[in-house]
């Protein structure tokens, strides 16, 4: 089992940056991450999303440019830079798992992830 533990959400106005960590613990050997968020009345959306080595990274379109996803394995920690934030950055930010031997074609999908954190809200203001 595995569990994920995100942090560093708050308010933050128009333009500025936040970072947001995820804590993983348990069964962390090999695993891809990846970052989904969902704003009120929206569904689940993919974010970012890192492999286990980092060398390989994914983004939304929408936040390409401005968010960096990261990990540093030594701390089972993974993390999201937000750059240049803007009020429709606002959601709950979901940090998930990927068991390894999974396709890297799946991370940009939540039905391709085995855990899930609780979720860190962010809140852009104009």
């Known amino acids: 089992q595995v569990q994920l533990v995100e942090s560093g959400g708050g308010l933050v106005q128009a333009g500025g940056s936040l970072r947001l960590s995820c804590a993983a613990s348990g069964r962390t050997s090999s695993l891809a991450m990846g970052w989904f968020r969902q704003a009120p009345g929206k569904e689940r959306e993919f974010v970012a999303a890192?492999?286990?080595?980092?060398?390989?990274?994914g983004y939304a379109d929408s936040v390409k440019g401005r968010f960096t996803v990261s990990k540093d394995n030594a701390k089972n920690t993974v993390y999201l830079q937000m750059n240049s934030l803007k009020p429709e950055d606002t959601a709950v930010y979901y940090c998930?798992?990927?068991?390894?031997?999974?396709?890297?074609?799946?991370?940009?999908?939540?039905?391709?992830?085995?855990?899930w954190g609780q979720g860190t809200q962010v809140t852009v203001s104009s």
């Open positions: 890192s492999s286990w080595s980092g060398g390989s990274t």
């Open positions: 998930a798992a990927k068991r390894p031997g999974t396709y890297w074609r799946d991370s940009y999908y939540s039905t391709g992830y085995n855990y």
